[in-house]
């Protein structure tokens, strides 16, 4: 057990600013993180009224003026007179009769949320001053952001033409919508477009797949033969995808076939002329494998004519929320469900850093439509990697801030940010997704106003 000057020395050691006062707001005893908080010795603060120091602008408002006027715990955001972001929470100590006896005072520094904050209004600002759309034309191409403007740009101007492509980016970020865009978007786009995954096919079964076969080529083949997908393509674009994994005796022959522009079969004599735009993908870096042996360094010529680069996630974090919203919106249309994503929540993702890209965001937001019972997805329906990154980045610095504090700053500049945009609850629920009294009760929670609340 403790002794009383035990657990004094205890509460001394932690950072938090921890204030007693009595049943009249005047401190008894203040521990030393106080005086680095405030700036003010313990003998200053010691046997001051709470409202004493309010009124000096020492902080404001002060969470146990609150806790005497509410007759119950309060949690608050506020200020000090040093410009330091605090989050107070004040806990009542009653006697049988029900009567405040003491208070007790934890402060603790949230400034260094602002990095987040800071990511929330960047993300606001360009969704605000965007002119572009979130999805262009009908390719379920979903995006904000300037990297992605450019590389829609660069796309549209290459659909035009005819010439070969590769695309390249890391698993996940959309490199297949990519070779649909520059086909739905050229001369080609009433004629097939047919994709092949390169390592998904066993080597043996490749080079059929891709030029087909005469009846009798080898031991099980069709008695008929079979159209290759170079043929299957005629007219439309062939798109390669994970070129890289491509096998070296299979790259001679795509080299041929691309310089030559004709083919034959296997087992066959004849050649067929070849109508089709290569579009080629990759998450590898090809000039590297070149260097390595494992890939044809005239191919990589061949197909990289004009590259196209689509950046990861963590370089366009202004998609991640109207990628979110899309995924969230297809969802309920397929399931025939109505769920929304809280503001705390939301937030949560929007610090996360999506290593699997657009793929992981659409597989997060079905395994979160799923697995959530009710109507409204929770940072509790959040899995717990991502809770565990979010506490990470928000306490970065700052060890003793807890999940739920960060999470509740966040969620404030939220609403503070759409209250801005939107002007009224009722636009605002329908933008955050969530219900009129939902906003209303956060707003109020955390101290956000809205003077007029008509359309």
């Known amino acids: 057990m403790f002794t009383a000057n035990e657990l004094l020395d205890v509460l001394n050691c932690l950072k938090d600013a921890i204030f007693i006062e009595d049943e009249e707001g005047v401190v008894l005893w203040c521990n030393k993180a106080c005086e680095q908080m405030y700036e003010l010795s313990r003998e200053e603060l010691i046997g001051s009224s709470i409202r004493d120091l309010e009124e000096k602008g020492i902080f404001n408002p002060s969470a146990t003026r609150k806790v005497l006027e509410d007759k119950k715990e309060v949690t608050i955001f506020h200020e000090n007179r040093l410009g330091k972001q605090l989050l107070s929470t004040g806990v009542p100590m009653v006697n049988k009769e029900g009567e405040i006896i003491k208070i ?96 998904a096919i066993p080597e043996n079964l490749m080079e059929s797949e891709l030029f087909g076969y005469e009846s009798g080529a080898f031991t099980g083949s069709r008695t008929e033969g079979k159209m290759g997908l170079f043929e299957t393509a005629k007219g439309g674009t062939l798109f390669l995808d994970e070129i890289s994994e491509l096998p070296l005796n299979l790259q001679v022959k795509l080299l041929q076939v691309i310089q030559d522009r004709e083919f034959k079969k296997v087992g066959g004599v004849k050649s067929i002329p070849v109508d089709v735009r290569i579009v080629s993908a990759t998450n590898r870096d090809l000039r590297r494998l070149v260097g390595e042996g494992k890939f044809r360094e005239d191919l990589f010529y061949r197909l990289n004519v004009v590259p196209i680069n689509v950046p990861p996630l ?45 793929r992981e965001v659409e597989n997060i937001i079905e395994r979160l439509m799923i697995t959530t019972r009710g109507s409204v997805i929770t940072q509790e329906n959040l899995p717990p990697y991502i809770l565990s990154n979010a506490n990470n980045m928000s306490t970065k610095g700052k060890e003793e801030l807890t999940l739920r504090e960060a999470v509740n700053q966040l969620e404030k500049e939220i609403l503070q940010e759409s209250l801005i945009k939107y002007k009224t609850t009722r636009k605002i629920a329908k933008i955050l997704g969530v219900s009129q009294p939902t906003v209303v009760r956060k707003m109020e929670k955390y101290g956000v106003s809205v003077r007029n609340d008509t359309d």
Not at 175 to 195: M, Q, S, T, W
Not at 320 to 331: D, G, H, K, S, V
Not at 338 to 357: D, F, H, M, R, V
Request: glycine share 6%; with cysteine.
């Open 104 to 199: 007790v005072t934890t402060s603790q520094d949230i400034s260094e949320l602002s990095r987040l904050q800071d990511e929330l209004e960047k993300i606001q600002k360009r969704l605000d001053t965007m002119d572009r759309p979130h999805k262009y034309s009908d390719d379920e191409i979903v995006a904000v952001s300037q990297p992605m403007y450019n590389v829609l740009q660069l796309a549209k101007r290459l659909a035009e033409v005819d010439s070969t492509v590769l695309v390249t980016g890391e698993s996940g970020v959309g490199k297949g919508l990519i070779a649909k865009y520059l086909h739905k978007n050229g001369a080609r786009k009433e004629k097939a477009f047919v994709a092949i995954n390169c390592g």
């Open 314 to 358: 963590r370089e366009r974090r202004e998609d991640i929320l109207p990628l979110i919203q899309n995924a969230l919106y297809i969802l309920n249309e397929k399931m025939g469900d109505n769920k929304s994503i809280e503001p705390s929540a939301l937030a949560i993702l929007l610090t996360y850093e999506w290593p699997g890209n657009v």
